[in-house]
């Protein structure tokens, strides 16, 4: 995985990356999310539990943009080129080189991970919220022990970033920074810079089946101010999640497969 970090740097860090896995030693006395003297540590009770299997909810696309996050911000010149050359490869039919990402393995990466069709598992403990999507079992950490961002000086960026959470009253909030930018788009046609920031607000029906997810997307290289869009997502009582691979080699109907040497695209 690609790191603008010197290798110097990596090493001193302890971070390790090798076939896209990462793996971190912890500094200054944090203990890892899984310690049993973390998870043991007395925390007020939290407002609700989302551990689960749930889907996304979608709505029409006057509404919130459907699968994607309509309506758009103002975006910037780059951006909006970029939109626009997107825009006009789907009206030709033709392939478009930055929407090559899912044909290559690449994965989705935050926030279009949580809009796909296949659902999504959340696994909630007092110091971690762990998601996995059976879009290619995508894997979001979500950190809940009161530890910062990782250093960005150390941080290797990710497709799913870099998230912290905690509680505020009846809300779970979530920011999101450390984002890969290669082959990652917000939606169609938007980039998004390895600078950007999400901001989630989750809720929960008083029933416990209906959860809402308030995303904020900062990019100021990307867009001005601030993208805000609004999902549902239903909780499944019957659904599982199961494994899933995916192999370049074999998406030769999905856009970027063609890009593999030995395949092409009918």
Known sequence: MKSRYPVTLLIASLMFCVSGVQSQVLFDGQLSALAPENLAKERPAPPFDITGTWRFRMQPREVNGAFEFFPLPELKPD???????????????????????????????????MTRVWPIMFIQLPTLIT???????SLRMIHMDGRPHTDPDILIPSYNGDSIGWWEDDTLVIETTGFESNFHVVQRGIPMSENARIIERITLSEDGMVMTNAMTFIDAENWEGEWKNTKLF??????????????????VNIIGADLLPGTSRE
Do not use: H, W
């Open 79 to 113: 951006a909006q080129a970029m939109f626009e050359a997107s825009k006009k490869s789907e009206r030709e039919g033709t392939p478009f080189e930055r929407e090559a990402g899912p044909g290559l393995c690449y994965p989705p990466g935050m926030p279009r991970i």
């Open 234 to 251: 239903d909780r499944k009582l019957d659904e599982d999640i199961t494994e899933v691979v995916c192999i370049a080699a074999e998406n």
């Open 131 to 137: 998601m996995v999507s059976a879009f290619g079992n």
